[in-house]
């Protein structure tokens, strides 16, 4: 009998089947609001028990990347509502990815009076694009003040608020994949010498105030969070003493009482992979619902469910291309190619138009 398929019981969400569709980037939310493709989009593959959205910022600050949406103005909310009611009505429950992109960031893609903050005033090696001129070199961040760290767990605090006011199901904070909460954790991007650097504690000290903040205002059960040890996008090199930070970090999230811990292996796109070890550790030291995600197809999915692995499954580009996946996947049927011309640009191609099998 299929596990990948089954329901889950309560604690693991109360979803229509195991498999999770992972946040992806898509850049349509022209003037960083939510829109009608959008729903379109996220509908369409409603059929996963869980859809975390695409990366959205809690503020002007977090923006970043081009067209990204936010959940800190009411026009963001309104726009999140027809994308909630649309998903709820096909059955899946959805959960918005708070991202906060730090240091990743330029001036071009942020409105005039947004500030690129990180850790540590070190700029990430690499560029970033703008629609206005391209591709331009990542500027240097400005260092967080105490002040700043305050008003910016404010921020995650509004936006999950929001976030339940727009009908999401519960939040996902995005401690993965080089952005804010991530260049805490990092030595490289974390150079402070006050109660937020040095030491493993004082690195995760801003991730687990943010975690306990956002629980405070909506509720352990709505908030989970995704991590990458062993991810080295964003200019977040490997260190000797990661896999301690990351079993501590892992001690410290499972008192906090999160819904869920999603961790990130892209091994399969060419980064370093992420030990046995350390998924092994986040089993025994998590007592919540595990995600694991990384390059999965069907059968290696089924594998690693019925070995208690993990709770459930998240897949990214396979959902991109097949709204039908669950259906394609259940039937062994060959799946569309993504796209990958078309991840980031404006407009439904390679975004809505993927065809679905015919029935």
Same mark, same amino acid.
Request: hydrophobic residues 40%; glycine residues 8%; aromatic residues 8%.
């Given at each position: 009998?299929?596990?990948?398929?089954?329901?889950?019981?309560?604690?693991?969400?109360?979803?229509?089947?195991?498999?999770?569709?992972?946040?992806?980037?898509?850049?349509? #939310?022209?003037?960083? %609001?939510?829109? $009608?493709?959008?729903? !379109?989009?996220?509908?369409?593959?409603? +059929? &996963? *028990?869980?859809?975390?959205?695409?990366?959205?910022?809690?503020?002007?600050?977090?923006?970043?990347?081009p067209r990204i949406p936010g959940i800190f103005s009411s026009a963001q909310v309104e726009g999140?509502?027809?994308?909630?009611?649309?998903?709820?009505?096909?059955?899946?429950?959805?959960?918005?990815?708070?991202?906060?992109?730090?240091?990743?960031?330029?001036?071009?893609?942020?409105p005039p009076e947004a500030r690129i903050l990180a850790p540590s005033a070190v700029a990430a090696?690499?560029?970033?694009?703008?629609?206005?001129?391209?591709?331009?070199?990542?500027?240097?961040?400005?260092?967080?003040?105490? #002040?700043?760290?305050? %008003?910016?767990? $404010?921020?995650?605090? !509004?936006?999950?608020?929001?976030?339940? +006011? &727009? *009908?999401?199901?519960?939040?996902?904070?995005?401690?993965?994949?080089?952005?804010?909460?991530?260049?805490?954790?990092?030595?490289?991007?974390?150079?402070?010498?006050?109660?937020?650097?040095?030491?493993?504690?004082?690195?995760?000290?801003?991730?687990?105030?943010?975690?306990?903040?956002?629980?405070?205002?909506?509720?352990?059960?709505?908030?989970?969070?995704?991590?990458?040890?062993?991810?080295?996008?964003?200019?977040?090199?490997?260190?000797?003493?990661?896999?301690?930070?990351?079993?501590?970090?892992?001690?410290?999230?499972?008192?906090?009482?999160?819904?869920?811990?999603?961790?990130?292996?892209?091994?399969?796109?060419?980064?370093?992979?992420?030990?046995?070890?350390?998924?092994?550790?986040?089993?025994?030291?998590?007592?919540?619902?595990?995600?694991?995600?990384?390059?999965?197809?069907?059968?290696?999915?089924?594998?690693?469910?019925?070995?208690?692995?993990?709770?459930?499954?998240?897949?990214?580009?396979?959902?991109?291309?097949?709204?039908?996946?669950?259906?394609?996947?259940?039937t062994g049927s060959e799946l569309n190619p993504p796209d990958m011309a078309t991840f980031y640009?404006?407009?439904?191609?390679?975004?809505?138009?993927?065809?679905?099998?015919?029935?």
């Open positions: 009998m299929s596990v990948l398929f089954s329901k889950t019981v309560p604690g693991l969400l109360g979803l229509q089947n195991h498999l999770v569709m992972s946040p992806m980037t898509r850049s349509r #939310a022209t003037d960083n %609001i939510p829109n $009608a493709i959008m729903a !379109q989009y996220y509908s369409q593959r409603a +059929t &996963a *028990g869980l859809i975390i959205t695409e990366g959205t910022s809690p503020s002007p600050n977090g923006l970043g990347y999140w509502k027809l994308i909630t009611d649309a998903v709820h009505a096909n059955g899946a429950k959805i959960f918005v990815q708070i991202m906060h992109c730090g240091r990743i960031a330029h001036p071009l893609n942020l090696a690499g560029e970033m694009f703008t629609d206005a001129e391209g591709n331009k070199p990542l500027p240097l961040p400005q260092a967080m003040t105490d #002040a700043d760290i305050k %008003i910016t767990v $404010a921020e995650f605090v !509004q936006a999950a608020k929001n976030a339940v +006011t &727009a *009908g999401f199901d519960g939040i996902e904070l995005h401690g993965a994949n080089g952005y804010l909460l991530e260049q805490f954790i990092r030595p490289n991007s974390n150079l402070r010498s006050d109660i937020y650097g040095g030491s493993i504690e004082n690195r995760a000290r801003f991730v687990t105030e943010v975690a306990e903040a956002v629980i405070g205002a909506i509720g352990k059960d709505k908030v989970g969070i995704r991590l990458s040890p062993f991810g080295v996008f964003n200019d977040m090199p490997l260190y000797d003493k990661m896999e301690q930070d990351y079993t501590y970090l892992a001690q410290q999230l499972n008192n906090l009482g999160l819904v869920y811990i999603h961790l990130v292996d892209h091994s399969h796109m060419g980064a370093p992979p992420v030990p046995d070890t350390i998924k092994a550790t986040f089993r025994k030291l998590f007592n919540h619902t595990l995600i694991l995600s990384g390059g999965y197809d069907a059968r290696r999915s089924e594998i690693d469910l019925a070995e208690g692995k993990c709770d459930l499954i998240a897949v990214g580009r396979p959902f991109l291309a097949n709204p039908d996946l669950v259906t394609r996947w259940k640009t404006p407009g439904s191609r390679g975004y809505t138009d993927y065809p679905v099998l015919k029935k």
